[in-house]
Nanobody, 121 residues
Framework: QVQVVESGGGLVQAGGSLRLSCVAS????????MSWYRQAPGEQRELVAG???????NYPDSVKGRFWISRANVKNTVSLQMNNLKPEDTAIYYC???????????????WGQGTQVTVSS
């Protein structure tokens, strides 16, 4: 079993910053990618940042230059630094880990429970 836990959400004024953290734990043999998604009320879940095991990052245009995903010093942990936040960034932010577990051959996606980010105007 694999667990994914996010932390660091909260309320911030427009133009402010927040830093989210995500840790994956459990029977993890290898992590392929770790990614952040968000879902606003009535909207589909969308990718906001991805990080491969090789260090390649991926961002949509809506957050490029404002959001940065990086590995933390703690094993299997990534952070999402969000700067110059806008009201339209308000959403629940989810972390996803794509992993191979011990005793298995295929990659499996595991999601965290989400953390709320609210940006006031």
């Amino acid at each position: 079993q694999v667990q994914v836990v996010e932390s660091g959400g909260g309320l911030v004024q427009a133009g402010g910053s927040l830093r989210l953290s995500c840790v994956a734990s459990g029977s993890i043999k290898r992590i392929n990618t770790m990614s952040w998604y968000r879902q606003a009320p009535g909207e589909q879940r969308e990718l906001v940042a991805g990080l491969t095991s090789g260090g390649t990052t991926n961002y949509p245009d809506s957050v490029k230059g404002r959001f940065w995903i990086s590995r933390a010093n703690v094993k299997n942990t990534v952070s999402l630094q969000m700067n110059n936040l806008k009201p339209e960034d308000t959403a629940i932010y989810y972390c996803k880990a794509n992993v191979i577990e011990y005793g298995k051959d295929d990659f499996t996606d595991y999601w965290g429970q989400g953390t709320q980010v609210t940006v006031s105007s």
